[in-house]
């Protein structure tokens, strides 16, 4: 577990004990066997494509299986992890202990009037192209958001001006202790780039979205629009985990980070980007040592010449290498 505080606010490092043999008997009675797998390397279920495995991951495809994993990882006190498809996390290279609760297959869009309610592991873009396809409006700034649903109500994610919380009307989450509930934006204590989501431990089982009618041709316009802007700006043939860094007030990381001369900077297979410094990529097979080495180069560099502590963005779990 890291003590450095420059990465304390978005990194997560539990201890849990072995996973007992039974709990994957256990699982197996809520859970197909092609559903629960042991040693899952967690490189595949991210973005940036690194990152160490996961002692047991899950797929679940209804509500009642997530509830049933959560339960079961407190009944035996094991720690579990909540993943989307990892377009914004960063997994040590030592992997999660306990039980990765991944929802890529939640991944229901329906409509009801003027609002799309989405299951947590859909995908953000999907999500945008469903709402464009029946002429609703306020979501073309999701169009090029890579993450899931979940992941995206609970960092509040947004693009060119708009973001989740003003759209989002309300959520459907699991609490800790096995319960649904539904909950209202006000609940939520939504900001930029946070709420209270990952520190109340709550799972988001869906969200619902309020959106106004719109001709289709005009709303394609401003995605395409948009798209036109991210492929310009972004590094998207490399993977990446997205920005790394929050905005700090009244500038942003990529600025400074470009100004300091950091871009093209290089620890391993992890680079600043030439392209837009804000994002780190994976050019030659990094590994998540190289990325948080990177990580703490580029903000101790902003911090002596700028004195601006830079926040991260993407959120960091699980564990060193094991040795």
């Given at each position: 577990?890291?003590?450095?505080?420059?990465?304390?606010?978005?990194?997560?490092?539990?201890?849990?004990?072995?996973?007992?043999?039974?709990?994957?008997?256990?699982?197996?009675?809520?859970?197909?066997?092609?559903?629960?797998?042991?040693?899952?390397?967690?490189?595949?279920?991210?973005?940036?494509?690194?990152?160490?495995?996961?002692?047991?991951?899950?797929?679940?495809?209804?509500?009642?299986?997530?509830?049933?994993?959560?339960?079961l990882?407190?009944?035996?006190?094991?720690?579990?992890?909540v993943?989307?498809?990892?377009?914004?996390?960063?997994?040590?290279?030592?992997?999660?202990?306990?039980?990765?609760?991944?929802?890529?297959r939640?991944?229901?869009?329906?409509?009801?009037?003027?609002?799309?309610?989405?299951?947590?592991?859909?995908?953000?873009?999907?999500?945008?192209?469903?709402?464009?396809?029946n002429?609703l409006?306020?979501?073309?700034?999701?169009?090029?958001?890579?993450?899931?649903?979940?992941?995206?109500?609970?960092?509040?994610?947004?693009?060119y001006?708009?973001?989740?919380?003003?759209?989002?009307?309300?959520?459907?989450?699991?609490?800790?202790?096995?319960?649904?509930?539904?909950?209202?934006?006000?609940?939520?204590g939504?900001?930029?780039?946070?709420?209270?989501?990952?520190?109340?431990?709550?799972?988001?089982?869906?969200?619902?979205?309020?959106?106004?009618?719109?001709?289709?041709?005009?709303?394609?316009?401003?995605?395409?629009?948009?798209?036109?802007?991210?492929?310009?700006?972004?590094?998207?043939?490399?993977?990446?985990?997205?920005?790394?860094?929050?905005?700090?007030?009244?500038?942003?990381?990529?600025?400074?980070?470009?100004?300091?001369?950091?871009?093209?900077?290089?620890?391993?297979?992890?680079?600043?980007?030439?392209?837009?410094?804000?994002?780190?990529?994976?050019?030659?097979?990094?590994?998540?040592?190289?990325?948080?080495?990177?990580?703490?180069?580029?903000?101790?560099?902003?911090?002596?010449?700028?004195?601006?502590?830079?926040?991260?963005?993407?959120?960091?779990?699980?564990?060193?290498?094991?040795?």
């Amino acid at each position: 577990m890291t003590n450095d505080s420059a990465l304390k606010s978005a990194s997560v490092s539990v201890t849990s004990p072995e996973v007992p043999p039974r709990v994957f008997s256990q699982l197996l009675t809520v859970f197909s066997p092609e559903q629960v797998k042991r040693d899952e390397p967690l490189s595949a279920h991210t973005y940036v494509q690194v990152g160490g495995k996961a002692d047991i991951a899950v797929f679940p495809s209804n509500y009642r299986q997530v509830r049933e994993a959560v339960l079961l990882a407190k009944h035996f006190g094991l720690a579990h992890w909540v993943m989307g498809n990892g377009s914004n996390q960063l997994v040590r290279d030592g992997g999660v202990r306990g039980l990765a609760i991944i929802l890529t297959r939640l991944s229901g869009i329906r409509r009801a009037d003027h609002v799309i309610i989405a299951q947590g592991g859909a995908s953000v873009i999907r999500l945008s192209q469903f709402a464009r396809q029946n002429q609703l409006s306020r979501l073309e700034f999701a169009c090029g958001i890579p993450g899931t649903v979940g992941g995206g109500v609970r960092m509040n994610a947004g693009a060119y001006g708009g973001q989740m919380s003003d759209v989002l009307e309300s959520v459907r989450v699991l609490t800790e202790d096995g319960e649904e509930t539904i909950l209202g934006k006000a609940d939520l204590g939504l900001t930029y780039r946070d709420s209270a989501i990952g520190t109340s431990g709550w799972i988001v089982l869906e969200a619902a979205f309020g959106l106004v009618s719109d001709a289709g041709e005009a709303i394609q316009a401003r995605m395409d629009d948009f798209t036109l802007k991210r492929r310009s700006k972004q590094p998207l043939e490399y993977p990446s985990c997205g920005s790394v860094f929050k905005r700090p007030p009244h500038d942003y990381a990529g600025r400074l980070i470009q100004a300091a001369g950091l871009q093209g900077l290089r620890i391993g297979g992890a680079e600043v980007s030439t392209k837009h410094a804000g994002f780190i990529v994976n050019v030659d097979h990094a590994s998540a040592s190289d990325y948080l080495a990177l990580i703490h180069r580029v903000q101790a560099v902003v911090k002596r010449k700028y004195d601006v502590a830079l926040e991260l963005e993407v959120t960091v779990i699980g564990d060193d290498l094991r040795m």
